[in-house]
């Protein structure tokens, strides 16, 4: 069961360039969210996504925050 939202839960952008569709949802439902949207709608074929920008930056971030994006230093 989805969990309530509060006004202190992250939402993040859903979108379905096929349906033309975009909605936030809490972070905490996105999978849920997903799942049920691609599979009523497109027979669970993985159109639906959290939105390709958010999907980016938050990589770009993670790649920063364990050192993936430094140059190797010479020895």
Do not use: F, Q, W, Y
């Amino acid at each position: 069961m989805a969990e309530t939202m509060s006004e202190e839960d992250p939402t993040v952008p859903i979108v379905c360039t096929e349906c033309g569709t975009e909605t936030r949802v809490p972070l905490p439902d996105v999978e849920d969210a997903l799942s049920r949207h691609n599979d009523g709608k497109h027979d669970g074929e993985e159109i639906a996504e959290v939105d390709p920008v958010l999907k980016d930056r938050l990589a770009d971030l993670v790649a920063a925050d364990l050192g993936l994006l430094e140059e190797p230093s010479e020895n």
